[in-house]
């Protein structure tokens, strides 16, 4: 009664294995010609079975044949959203299954240990055919918090089999562009040239950002999870305040791991908005990450050298510490225009900018939710201006702290997708009000990963932000007669849509109130900027 039992199990899986959406064509065969035996006398049932059964070399080969070269953009769409087999597919199995029990109770001579082995081989094929490009997991830049998809969730996925051509000699790769657009729907915007704009939005404001990623596995040389990591980027923007047009440097980095994982090692030109913090989400929501960018951490389109190293206490907790050459104290504006390539070490007035980060964090699993609390610390010895007198000698001793916390507050698909349902997070960051335009920075965010069934991997969200601006900076100014604010605030709403493979598309609303910093006119006090995104990998 046991061996029958487990026996019926093993056959639901298989043919769970031969009715998925990814079934290749000889899976496909089999499971045509076990329908067809139906009308059979139950003994040519069991041979067949048994021959199946005694015949993993076949299993393998079919497995291997739903590698990545097989109709990968209709697989990676499928995958997305699994389909549970509809009624006449359960009657087909269901009355299948009724003679192959019998059959099997009349084997004596299919030994427990045959159907074990069996067992792992339909096992082994069915996670093969779930995940034909598992391989290229390896090749992810490793050490960042951003997660950046894999090949299956690219427009090109493995076409012409470039990706495995290049993954069999050790490199892989992932490029993506991000374009955004901000306008200003309230009437009276203030319109005014693209020089002397003010804000993003305040014209009908374009940015667009290209990336290209490319990484060689150093584990094929014995160096644990080992890998060189070289990174280019692209950008322009309508307005050029935010980020001055440049093509250069991204990243140019080395990884590897120490005693069984529990250091990490990352070390290059590193942009360490990736690296720390974990604030930004969904395309173009989530925090303004200005406040560290001041304080002199570097970002996508102003890499540094750096050193970091990362303490795993355990699969949960952990500790990440820098030592970073640091952005100008002017601002990524300044840095980007004195060194546009990023290949200097160094420009001018910069130091070194030290940052450590303690961490918790944990995955979503059926029944636990996603938990992620970060808090950091920041110290630069770079020379700023003081705010409260700009004419005096500059002076070093900068820093800034955060907290950052986000929690899955429902889980929507327990079973198979733990990650879908609703989350809630808050962020702080602070720094001295003497050589920082921006002294505080908070954020509450409510989102949703997954939000329907039918639209499993899209992203809403909704962010509140208050963003404090230096107190001695509002003093000076209204010292000078000029109108000024001592914060703003904004209220953004989102909604990303995975629109295929690789192709995601955002659009939102963002009321704002005093988007200038510190000092504004009459016509810029308020702002209703439409949002719109698009982020395509490839």
Not at 49 to 69: H, I, K, R
Not at 245 to 263: E, H, I, P, W
Not at 489 to 503: C, E, R
Not at 515 to 531: D, E, F, G, K, W
Request: hydrophobic share 35%.
């Amino acid at each position: 009664m046991v061996r029958k039992q487990g026996r019926e199990e093993t056959v639901g899986d298989c043919f769970d294995a031969v009715t998925t959406p990814q079934t290749s064509s000889a899976a496909a065969a089999l499971a045509c010609s076990l329908r067809s035996s139906e009308k059979k006398p139950r003994l040519a049932v069991a041979l067949s079975l048994a021959a199946c059964l005694m015949a993993p070399p076949v299993l393998a080969q079919t497995a291997d044949e739903t590698g990545p070269n097989s109709s990968a953009v209709g697989q990676a769409t499928k995958r997305r959203t699994p389909r549970a087999p509809d009624i006449s597919t359960k009657l087909r199995i269901g009355v299948v299954n009724q003679p192959i029990r019998t059959a099997l109770a009349s084997a004596p001579n299919l030994s427990l240990m045959k159907r074990s082995s069996t067992d792992r081989v339909v096992q082994t094929q069915t996670r093969k055919t779930i995940a034909p490009f598992a391989r290229f997991d390896t090749f992810r830049e490793k050490g960042i918090w951003l997660t950046i998809p894999g090949p299956a969730d690219t427009i090109i996925q493995d076409m012409d089999g470039v990706r495995s051509a290049l993954a069999d000699v050790g490199i892989g790769y992932i490029g993506w562009t991000h374009n955004t657009f901000a306008n200003n729907q309230l009437p009276n915007a203030a319109r005014s040239s693209i020089a002397n704009q003010l804000y993003m939005g305040q014209n009908p404001t374009f940015a667009t950002a290209n990336f290209m990623i490319v990484t060689y596995d150093l584990s094929r040389l014995g160096i644990p999870d080992g890998q060189i990591v070289v990174g280019a980027e692209q950008q322009y923007w309508t307005w050029k305040r935010p980020g001055p047009d440049r093509v250069g440097l991204n990243t140019l980095a080395y990884y590897q791991t120490f005693l069984d994982r529990k250091f990490e090692l990352k070390l290059g030109y590193l942009r360490n908005q990736n690296e720390f913090t974990g604030t930004l989400f969904g395309g173009i929501s989530g925090s303004n990450m200005f406040a560290l960018f001041q304080a002199g951490m570097s970002t996508n389109a102003a890499p540094t050298p750096a050193i970091n190293l990362k303490y795993n206490f355990d699969d949960r907790w952990y500790n990440k510490v820098s030592v970073q050459r640091s952005i100008s104290p002017d601002g990524p504006y300044a840095q980007i225009t004195e060194n546009q390539t990023g290949l200097n070490w160094s420009t001018a007035n910069t130091g070194i900018l030290f940052v450590d980060e303690l961490g918790y964090k944990s995955k979503a699993a059926p029944g636990v939710p996603d938990t992620w609390l970060r808090a950091g610390i920041g110290f630069n010895n770079s020379r700023y201006k003081n705010l409260a007198d700009l004419d005096q000698q500059r002076e070093s001793g900068n820093n800034f702290h955060y907290i950052a916390f986000d929690r899955q507050l429902w889980q929507s698909d327990v079973e198979r997708t733990p990650s879908r349902g609703i989350y809630g997070g808050f962020s702080i960051m602070g720094a001295p009000p003497d050589l920082n335009r921006i002294s505080r920075y908070y954020e509450l965010r409510l989102y949703a990963k997954g939000p329907f069934d039918s639209r499993p991997s899209d992203l809403m969200a909704l962010v509140a932000t208050n963003t404090a601006w230096s107190k001695i900076a509002v003093d000076a100014a209204l010292t000078k007669g000029q109108l000024a604010h001592r914060d703003t605030t904004a209220i953004t709403g989102t909604y990303t849509a995975h629109l295929a493979p690789g192709v995601y598309a955002t659009v939102g609303l963002s009321y704002v109130h005093n988007p200038t910093s510190v000092t504004h006119t009459p016509q810029t006090q308020h702002a209703l900027n439409l949002l719109v995104s698009t982020l395509i990998f490839f």
